[in-house]
């Protein structure tokens, strides 16, 4: 039956099936055989354009350098105070590719999402709300006038001070605290894979569809097969013309398309990123007791600041109907909570945002939709991500049926800008108990309360459904403090212990310590130990 080839078409006539027709094996069992009906092919491209031969790959080669510089010094100030400081200086050059392949865009975060919400706030709509995002050839590879892939900083001094104090009062007192800088050395590892991921000017998917529309009987005797050496026979795969630079992808004469097509992913590197830094401190104070016992009590801090991050410049924005001043976030909220308590869309309160944004007609048309109100045929149409309350995808849904920009960027599905907008902040407080050697035995008890918080770690250590994976990502860009909270790995009571014991056998030992050596290899030297 037709419904059992996958097709279910129409056009199928019923004497096709018949074998009393008299059809040849070969024309019968492409059904069980299966044929081509697309073929898709990637493409690499050199720097002038030219496309590289199918299944070669390619690689790119990056140069860069690092130069770090380390001072430090300690002051003896009195006999019984030390402050010892220094400063340390790093240089990172940033990363381009030596033979030009390399592609970057002008805008940052900061301009392309504050367009965004600009003219969100503004009610503007249409292709020109927002600013296209347009891909030129980067790096000293393409000239020392091509931008890089984001700016080199020059300034990256990281000083850092201590000091001891032993107090003439109390001359088992000690007195430590510390204050300090560290830069990440993570930017430039971090931010290769994502060039090459994401280089339109020197990557292209084109797609090659075979056989005849509404015809599938034609379609499937004349359509491509494998040949006998797994091989598809008769297919002349031709490359596309590379895009030629400034390139803004899924644009068509200007008017953006990518929110539409759904699948239109794109990541750039924030041409103003920085490097990540640290600011570490602690203080602490520890007092030796009897029995070879030391006590130490100390504060460390950590602040982790311009860390690493995803940002969706394509979020959901709200957008006020200039209408009726209703919010789009407000209709789709009574929507979804009528469609959770099962009400027909066609009984369903009508939102003045629905009727006065939507194209009613083209919807209609589009979902065969027989209600008399967008409110309903959207209710309807898009009922699981109504009823699931998921407000983005209802949203790219709906874009076709919208003026442009309204509620999402037009130009892509999803839009991500590493930069840095993450940060982080550790405070604890560590108690430790130390027996140091004496009569065989030294151990370590150690307890830690601290609490650690970061507005990212969720999502840098989990699979977000955002279309490109989520690693990283700031869950709201407009109130990035909206995600603060227990970073995942946040652990507020720690307690280990560590023993060593040796054994007293053996040369200098309490027992057999004038054995013949070979007996002391057996016996001596023998420690045990263990870690809780």
């Known amino acids: 039956a037709p419904g059992a080839c996958g097709t279910g078409n129409p056009s199928l006539r019923p004497a096709d099936f018949n074998l009393k027709n008299k059809f040849t094996w070969d024309e019968v069992f492409p059904f069980l055989l299966g044929r081509i009906g697309s073929v898709s092919s990637d493409y690499n491209y050199d720097a002038q354009g030219n496309a590289l031969k199918q299944l070669t790959g390619d690689q790119r080669f990056y140069r860069y350098y690092q130069t770090q510089f380390y001072l430090q010094d300690s002051w003896k100030v009195f006999p019984s105070l030390t402050v010892t400081y220094g400063i340390t200086?790093?240089?990172?050059?940033?990363?381009?590719?030596?033979?030009?392949?390399?592609?970057?865009?002008?805008?940052?975060?900061?301009?392309?999402?504050?367009?965004?919400?600009?003219?969100?706030?503004?009610?503007?709509?249409?292709?020109?709300?927002?600013?296209?995002?347009?891909?030129?050839?980067?790096?000293?590879?393409?000239?020392?006038?091509?931008?890089?892939?984001?700016?080199?900083?020059?300034?990256?001094?990281?000083?850092?001070?201590?000091?001891?104090?032993?107090?003439?009062?109390?001359?088992?007192?000690?007195?430590?605290?510390?204050?300090?800088?560290?830069?990440?050395r993570s930017v430039i590892f971090s931010i290769q894979s994502l060039q090459d991921g994401y280089s339109y000017l020197f990557q292209q998917t084109k797609g090659n569809t075979y056989g005849i529309a509404g015809d599938p009987y034609d379609s499937i005797k004349g359509d491509k097969r494998l040949d006998s050496n797994n091989q598809l026979s008769n297919v002349t795969l031709t490359p596309p013309a590379t895009p030629r630079p400034p390139y803004q992808p899924f644009v068509s004469k200007g008017v953006p398309f990518g929110l539409n097509n759904g699948l239109a992913f794109n990541e750039t590197i924030d041409p103003t990123l920085k490097t990540p830094y640290n600011m570490v401190f602690n203080f602490g104070v520890q007092r030796q007791m009897p029995w070879n016992m030391l006590i130490k009590v100390n504060y460390v801090g950590r602040l982790g600041r311009k860390?690493?991050?995803?940002?969706?410049?394509?979020?959901?924005?709200?957008?006020?109907?200039?209408?009726?001043?209703?919010?789009?976030?407000?209709?789709?909220?009574?929507?979804?909570?009528?469609?959770?308590?099962?009400?027909?869309?066609?009984?369903?309160?009508?939102?003045?945002?629905?009727?006065?944004?939507?194209?009613?007609?083209?919807?209609?048309?589009?979902?065969?939709?027989?209600y008399s109100t967008a409110t309903a045929c959207l209710a309807a149409g898009i009922s699981g991500y109504t009823v699931n309350g998921d407000f983005a995808d209802f949203t790219q849904s709906m874009s076709y049926y919208i003026p442009a920009n309204v509620g999402m960027g037009a130009q892509f599905s999803e839009n991500s800008f590493h930069d840095n907008a993450a940060f982080s902040t550790y405070q604890g407080l560590l108690f430790t108990l130390q027996k140091n050697m004496a009569h065989g035995l030294n151990y370590d008890l150690n307890y830690t309360w601290s609490h650690s918080i970061d507005n990212l770690s969720f999502f840098a250590n989990s699979q977000g459904d955002t279309g490109i994976g989520g690693i990283g990502l700031v869950c709201d860009a407009v109130r990035p403090r909206e995600c603060r909270g227990s970073s995942d790995f946040d652990l507020r009571h720690n307690i280990t212990g560590d023993a060593t014991y040796q054994l007293p056998f053996g040369k200098g030992r309490m027992f057999l310590g004038s054995q013949p050596r070979w007996i002391d290899e057996v016996i001596g030297a023998w420690d045990l130990s263990g870690v809780a």
Not at 97 to 121: C, I, N
Not at 146 to 174: C, M, Q, S, T
Not at 316 to 337: C, H, M, N, R, Y
């Open 307 to 370: 860390l690493l991050a995803q940002e969706d410049a394509n979020q959901v924005l709200e957008f006020v109907d200039p209408k009726s001043g209703e919010k789009l976030s407000t209709a789709f909220a009574s929507i979804t909570q009528q469609a959770r308590q099962n009400v027909d869309p066609g009984n369903m309160t009508v939102q003045p945002w629905f009727e006065d944004m939507v194209n009613l007609p083209a919807l209609q048309s589009a979902t065969k939709c027989s």
């Open 89 to 184: 200086y790093q240089w990172f050059s940033v990363p381009y590719e030596t033979r030009g392949l390399e592609s970057t865009e002008p805008l940052s975060f900061d301009q392309y999402f504050g367009a965004r919400v600009q003219a969100s706030q503004m009610s503007e709509t249409g292709a020109g709300a927002v600013p296209l995002i347009a891909y030129v050839l980067g790096g000293k590879g393409n000239g020392s006038n091509a931008p890089p892939l984001y700016k080199p900083e020059y300034r990256n001094f990281a000083p850092h001070v201590g000091f001891a104090l032993n107090p003439g009062f109390d001359k088992k007192l000690v007195i430590n605290g510390s204050a300090g800088i560290v830069y990440d």
